[in-house]
């Protein structure tokens, strides 16, 4: 487990909200994973333990840009180990549930086995990190929904909502990356609307080593 850090400041000449995005490449409906509005000269911080996974899933009608995920259900989970689950409905009570929680058999995979039972296009399920949904899908009965938690980030910036599906083209994210040894960055939003990354050696996070 590594935690890790990232500032965002807005030296641009607006107001915007500073996000940061995960597996901008990966199948399924990438969500805006951890977002918030920053004036002019301001920043904001965001910490997290990247082992932190979860299965997730949220009522919604079709899935779309814009539209934000109420997530109703975080189950703890692992990329190698736990990295499996079922999903269903309970038409009596009228809610969904994850369920069966278990290793799947393939390694660096995350898989949602929907039953049944699911209506369609009700609900979104997918996975995330630190409790916070990261990649989602239209979950359909009878269906295996698999996921590869190898997180990439990105950093974008707009009109963007925390857990909200983006269409991440439109966004332009930029890829960052954490250097060896360095598990905090700075990253700055200029005037020319371009970021500029740098590491915060002083900023370290600990992790499980120190």
């Known amino acids: 487990m590594t935690q890790r850090q990232i500032t965002l400041v807005n030296n641009s000449t607006s107001p915007t909200s500073l996000a940061l995005l995960q597996n901008a ?12 509005y920053a004036y002019p000269g ?7 333990d990247d082992a932190d996974l979860c299965f997730v899933w949220a009522g919604t009608s079709q899935l779309s840009p814009g539209v ?7 189950v703890p989970a692992g990329a190698n180990a736990n990295n499996a689950i079922d999903f269903s409905y309970d038409a009596a009570n009228r809610t969904f ?5 278990r290793d799947g058999n393939r390694p660096n995979t995350m898989t949602v086995t929907a039953d049944n039972t699911l209506p369609v296009n009700a ?14 899908m239209q979950a359909q009965p009878n269906m295996n929904y698999q996921f590869t938690p190898q997180p990439t980030y990105f950093l974008a910036f707009g009109n963007i909502t925390q857990s909200a599906v983006v269409d991440a083209d439109t966004l ?3 890829q960052i990356e954490f250097p060896p040894n360095v598990f905090a960055l700075t990253a700055t ?22």
């Open 123 to 136: 609900v979104a399920v997918g996975i995330g990190m630190a409790s916070k949904p990261t990649v989602v």
């Open 68 to 74: 934000v995920l109420d997530v109703s259900q975080v």
């Open 42 to 48: 301001t920043q904001v911080r965001f910490t997290w």
């Open 97 to 101: 549930y994850l369920h069966n929680l």
């Open 25 to 36: 490449n990966e199948h399924g409906n990438v969500v805006a994973w951890l977002a918030k």
């Open 189 to 210: 939003l200029g005037a020319d609307n371009n970021w500029t990354v740098v590491p915060d050696i002083l900023a370290m996070a600990q992790t499980d080593d120190e």
């Open 172 to 174: 332009h994210p930029q």
